[in-house]
Antibody, heavy 118, light 107 residues
Framework: EVQLVQSGAEVKKPGESLKISCKASGYSFTSYWIGWVRQMPGKGLEWVAIIYPGDSDSRSSPSFQGQVTISADRSISTAYLQWSSLRASDTAMYYC???????????WGQGTLVTVSS | EKVMTQSPASLSVSPGERATLSCRASQSVSSNLAWYQQKPGQAPRLLMYGASIRATGIPARFSGSGSGTEFTLTISSLQSEDFAVYYCQQYNSWPLTFGGGTKVEIK
């Protein structure tokens, strides 16, 4: 069974850094892309970034370029999304999801709520 | 960037009735279109991919159609568990893009 387990909720101040994680199991981690999707409070889904752990190839949405960094550690089947300087506007639920060019996002994590407030 | 536009934004339907949701792409995405269902407090769930193929475990009352720029998700007879928000998403090219969602509410 494919499982994506995300790290817990975070409360941070503006300007702080943060790294959230997504641990995959039940499939070959290096054979699928894994992406991050943002959902601001009461809003829709927005694709943030994606990485292929097999060769570390990555892509990001123009809306998020330069704002976040995506990475993956093949040795522990874990993907990450990080910020170097958070803003209040980064407050949102962040989902990781497994991606295939044939199916879209076919398995999702439970979400990590990030709250940025002074 | 391919912009995905969903209509209507919300839809009130009685249980047992049919619901038809639309998704339009600003440029052709071929059949590389997925639909997701999201219930309050839950992560999204893949419903359809390839525009018309049901994902594993999705009931037959859900069907999808279309290709190119016009797509439809139909729920033939709404059950109580189907009241949710539905999103379309194109995976034809980067950047991946989602529609704004259609909320299906109980009438």
């Amino acid at each position: 069974e494919v499982q994506l387990v995300q790290s817990g909720a975070e409360v941070k101040k503006p300007g702080e850094s943060l790294k959230i994680s997504c641990k995959a199991s039940g499939y070959s981690f290096t054979s699928y892309w894994i992406g991050w999707v943002r959902q601001m409070p009461g809003k829709g889904l927005e694709w943030v970034a994606i990485i292929y752990p097999g060769d570390s190839d990555s892509r990001s949405s123009p809306s998020f370029q330069g704002q976040v960094t995506i990475s993956a550690d093949r040795s522990i089947s874990t993907a990450y999304l990080q910020w170097s300087s958070l803003r209040a506007s980064d407050t949102a639920m962040y989902y990781c999801a497994r991606y295939s060019g044939d199916y879209g996002f076919d398995s999702w994590g439970q979400g990590t709520l990030v709250t940025v407030s002074s | 960037e391919k912009v995905m536009t969903q209509s209507p934004a919300s839809l009130s339907v009685s249980p047992g009735e049919r619901a038809t949701l639309s998704c339009r792409a600003s440029q052709s995405v071929s059949s590389n279109l997925a639909w997701y269902q999201q219930k309050p407090g839950q992560a999204p769930r893949l419903l359809m991919y390839g525009a018309s193929i049901r994902a594993t475990g999705i009931p037959a009352r859900f069907s999808g159609s279309g290709s190119g720029t016009e797509f439809t998700l139909t729920i033939s007879s709404l059950q109580s568990e189907d009241f949710a928000v539905y999103y379309c998403q194109q995976y034809n090219s980067w950047p991946l893009t989602f529609g704004g969602g259609t909320k299906v509410e109980i009438k």
